[in-house]
């Protein structure tokens, strides 16, 4: 069962540079998620998407951009680097309204993506 | 909005005792509360969830919780602790009805280090 993938596993960066870090989950999930983490701030909510070519801001949106073609894919976008981005990031997904009263609310958890930003 | 707090960013026991990692919301109603786990270098697993009915809930790995409404508190307990159970431990809470209710607020995180 693979659930939610993350790609890369780790990646570095110059300033200014731009990736994308990939998100794919095969649980026919509605809604996703990216986060990113940092020693103290716990878990931060930068966008979310509660279904396939829909987007939405989190709690730290700047300097982040999202796509969601396909229902089974996030993207999650670094135009130009900044080393406040240097952080760990991790994509989720859960059922949605699809899933019930509760079941909804369980979110899934890829095993993340190490970005350092020089 | 919602929140939750973790008072305890970081709670040392030894093998075999008891723990119980604190967390406390804030929620207008009764809300959908969940601990996860996050072993070094790995993503977040879900120990155990509340959404309704008996307040004293069980998890994988021998842990519970308990929803206590009065004191908006959703603490995470295990009688008798492992080694394997050092990692970080997240407590979140969700709406539950109507709204944005997709989302959820985590707390800042408990580290658990376990001493032989």
């Known amino acids: 069962n693979a659930g939610v993938t993350q790609t890369p596993k780790f990646r570095v960066l110059k300033t200014g540079q731009s990736m994308t870090l990939l998100c794919a989950q095969d649980?026919?999930?509605?809604?996703m998620y990216w986060y990113r983490q940092d020693p103290g701030m716990g878990l931060r909510l930068i966008h979310y998407?509660?279904?396939?070519?829909?987007?939405a801001k989190g709690e730290v949106p700047d300097g982040y951009n999202v796509s969601r073609l396909k229902k089974q894919n996030f993207l999650l976008g670094l135009e130009s680097a900044a080393p406040s981005q240097t952080s760990v990031y991790f994509c989720?997904?859960?059922?949605?309204?699809?899933?019930?009263?509760?079941?909804?609310?369980?979110?899934?958890f890829g095993a993340g993506t190490r970005l350092s930003v020089l | 909005a919602q929140s939750v707090t973790q008072p305890d960013i970081h709670i040392t026991v030894s093998e075999g005792a008891s723990l119980e990692l604190r967390c406390n919301y804030s929620y207008g109603a009764t809300p959908y509360l969940f601990w996860y786990v996050q072993s070094p270098g790995q993503g977040l697993q879900l120990l155990l969830k509340?959404?309704?009915?008996?307040?004293l809930v069980q998890g994988i790995k021998g842990f519970e919780a308990e929803f206590k409404r009065s004191q908006s508190s959703f603490n995470l307990r295990k009688p008798s602790v492992h080694w394997s159970d050092a990692a970080e431990y997240f407590c979140a809470v969700g709406q539950n009805s109507g709204g944005s209710n997709y989302k959820l607020t985590f707390g800042k995180g408990t580290l658990l280090t376990v001493n032989p």
């Open positions: 649980m026919n999930h509605e809604y």
């Open positions: 989720a997904s859960s059922k949605g309204l699809a899933g019930g009263d509760g079941a909804k609310n369980i979110q899934y």
């Open positions: 509340y959404f309704s009915g008996d307040t």
């Open positions: 998407s509660v279904g396939e070519g829909t987007t």
